[in-house]
């Protein structure tokens, strides 16, 4: 903007209408004859000449959509697993799941050491944990655990519940520093 003055230049795309090539200006609102409604896009030849085009007529080809951030297939179909757990005998302590549904969360807690302390299907309870969700599936492990914040014990020298998982028996509190064994119900 100089001496008060605003200058708006308008992008033109290069694009090609049934193998010509052209310059697309802008998207025009339009009726027909018979007060039908649509856009139609005012597209400029080689040679100088300006036509109205229909959209479904206008290749555009200066890769404008590189630009910009898609989700992949992937990305758009996949939906995260919620994370349940799963208990028989609350003297044994729990498991947590990452499943699909609760059903699913079942059916994985029966192939796991939670099936041999049930006396009967009736003693499973599998119960989701509102609000987390994650891409991890299956039986979580004690890094997963703790990366999605459920652990379940506090550091005994600060009372803080952030830790660095050293391997399955041992944990970092990332607060003071202490170095000490997960409480597991089973040891």
Wanted: proline residues 2%.
């Amino acid at each position: 903007m100089a001496n008060g003055n605003i200058k708006i230049e308008l992008e033109c795309r290069p694009c090609f209408v049934k193998g010509k090539k052209g310059l697309f200006h802008k998207w025009v609102h339009t009726k027909n004859l018979l007060g039908q409604e649509f856009e139609i896009g005012i597209v400029e030849y080689e040679n100088g000449q300006v036509e109205e085009i229909t959209p479904n007529n206008i290749e555009f080809c200066d890769d404008k959509l590189k630009e910009y951030i898609f989700k992949s297939d992937k990305q758009m179909n996949s939906k995260k697993n919620r994370v349940y757990t799963a208990t028989a005998d609350e003297d044994y302590g729990c498991i947590y799941i990452a499943a699909k549904n609760i059903r699913e969360a079942k059916q994985i807690a029966l192939t796991t050491w939670i099936a041999e302390t049930m006396e009967n299907y009736i003693d499973l309870k599998v119960k989701w944990q509102k609000g987390i969700e994650t891409d991890f599936e299956g039986e979580l492990n004690i890094k997963q655990i703790n990366e999605l914040g459920l652990t379940w014990w506090c550091c005994p020298e600060c009372d803080q519940d952030k830790f660095e998982i050293i391997d399955d028996e041992n944990y970092k509190c990332k607060n003071c520093g202490n170095v000490n064994k997960i409480p597991w119900a089973n040891y």
